[in-house]
């Protein structure tokens, strides 16, 4: 079992920036993604961004040249550093651990979301 525990959430002002950072309880020795979804009031989750353990990433299209995603294998930490942020940004923001166990398929952890609250 892995728990994920969020920081680094809050309230700004549009244009400015924030660091969230999800850090695993314990190493990671399967082949994984780590990866921010977000989910406003009344909207589906959706995907932000994700770095495979070969440092891998993809971004959403609403993100892109903002949001920097970057992990720390040695820490069990991912991070994502928001910048020139909108009021369209705010939303709770979850992270997620996807580990790739070849035939037995995936198993994916979720942590208890942080919220981002951008003011116009």
């Known amino acids: 079992q892995v728990q994920l525990v969020e920081s680094g959430g809050g309230l700004v002002q549009a244009g400015g920036s924030l660091r969230l950072s999800c850090a695993a309880s314990?190493?990671?020795?399967?082949?994984?993604?780590m990866g921010w979804y977000r989910q406003a009031p009344g909207n589906q989750r959706e995907l932000v961004a994700y770095?495979?353990?070969?440092?891998?990433?993809v971004y959403a299209d609403s993100v892109k040249g903002r949001f920097t995603i970057s992990r720390d294998n040695a820490k069990n930490t991912v991070y994502l550093q928001m910048n020139s942020l909108k009021p369209e940004d705010t939303a709770v923001y979850y992270c997620?651990?996807?580990?790739?166990?070849?035939?037995?398929?995936?198993?994916?952890?979720w942590g208890q979301g942080t919220q981002v609250t951008v003011s116009s």
């Open positions: 314990r190493s990671i020795d399967s082949i994984n993604t």
């Open positions: 997620q651990l996807l580990l790739i166990l070849g035939p037995l398929g995936v198993k994916d952890y």
């Open positions: 770095i495979n353990s070969g440092g891998s990433t």
